[in-house]
């Protein structure tokens, strides 16, 4: 196998794992096995688990990221068009969360919280400057400043619920309460001059 084959098939083998099983309940010796290859090898294409899980992460968030800016770009206003994009990047972190990483592992270690904080910021540098590329948003002098407010705020509020919500229906109801008593606020904050 060529290089990039071996990631691709590392990577998709403990995509499969993550979400079926989160990350913290998958080994390295699984990943090798799913792939059908030696757990050496995923040691000579990537550091660590923690570097597998980044990279598959960072894709999953650039794909959406790319989608999310893409699309809808025809909504009433600035402010419906800031909404909806910051719910739906709400929704983003919150998948990657569920899906990828495992809610357990995340309350329960120090470093999955680094790890959530380290991929967080780097979503919002993504957001900010895709945001700022955007031809329906106003380029004030302090626009960029007052939307990396706007996605800090929404981001750790969302955070907030998530990480002490004990099921999935307390979160959903966290994101419409969110989503209707916060955010328009947040949303203001941000375009007011």
Known sequence: MEADKIKE??????????RKFGYHKTSVNEIAK???????????YFDSKEAVL???????IKSSVDELITSNTTEIDEETHLSNLIMKTCRLSYTVCNEF?????????????????????????????????????RKQ????QRIR?????????VFSFAFTSVSDSDVRK???SF???????????????
């Open 34 to 44: 799913k792939a059908k290859i030696a757990k050496a090898t995923i040691y000579k």
């Open 101 to 137: 990483i495992g809610w357990d592992f995340i309350r329960e270690s120090a470093n999955s919280q680094d790890f959530l904080k380290n991929l967080s910021n780097e979503l919002e540098e993504m957001l900010v400057s895709s945001f700022m590329q955007l031809s329906g948003i």
């Open 9 to 18: 098939s590392i990577k998709r083998a403990a995509q499969e794992l993550f």
């Open 141 to 144: 002098e302090n626009s960029m």
């Open 149 to 157: 407010f706007l996605i800090k705020c929404s981001k750790n509020i």
């Open 174 to 176: 966290n994101f419409v």
């Open 179 to 193: 989503q209707k008593e916060i955010l328009p606020y947040l949303v203001k904050a941000a375009l007011t001059v």
């Open 54 to 60: 980044h990279v598959l992460l960072m894709d999953y």
